[in-house]
């Protein structure tokens, strides 16, 4: 491919491209790229084209289809396809292994720290209130309590995650 087709058919295939991108629901840019590997692979067998401007409207419009083709044919996912409902098997292994090295942290609190700490992972969302009565303590004494509970579970935890 010579410097001066490339420079002559430039501006044409950039208005071409522009002028069927829109209804073919595909960029121009991806267009003009389509044409001029078209245009290359054509070099490489059968030569430059005898009219290359008619060539390339027909090639911009041939992939136009194409791309129109293709666009119909794609249908978008209901869901993302990393959506935390649809996880593969070796996610909920990990999940159920961090969960199970949780538990088992919380179990080696010392005090109230376990109790506290389980209230406070129930799958029953409890409140602070419903929390207080169950430990037969204040409700105002919680808040304390779950942060000096939470520190240790920090300090017993971070040697596991740093083996990791």
Do not use: F, K, N
Not at 9 to 32: I, K, Y
């Amino acid at each position: 491919m010579t410097p001066d087709l490339v420079a002559t058919l430039r501006p044409l295939l950039a208005a071409e491209a522009s002028a069927e991108a829109h209804a073919s629901g595909a960029e121009p840019g991806d267009l003009e790229q389509a044409v001029w590997l078209r245009l290359l692979e054509r070099l490489a067998t059968e030569g430059p084209p005898r009219d290359p401007y008619g060539w390339l409207r027909a090639a911009v419009r041939a992939e136009a289809r194409r791309a129109r083709r293709t666009h119909r044919a794609e249908r978008p996912y209901a869901i993302e396809p990393a959506d935390a409902a649809e996880r593969e098997p070796e996610q909920l292994v990990l999940a159920a292994a961090r969960h199970r090295a949780l538990r088992t942290a919380v179990r080696r609190l010392p005090g109230r720290c376990p109790r506290l700490i389980e209230a406070l992972l129930s799958p029953d969302d409890l409140t602070y209130r419903e929390i207080a009565g169950e430990l037969g303590i204040s409700q105002g004494s919680l808040g304390p309590e779950r942060s000096r509970c939470l520190g240790c579970l920090r300090r017993l935890l971070t040697p596991e995650v740093a083996v990791r």
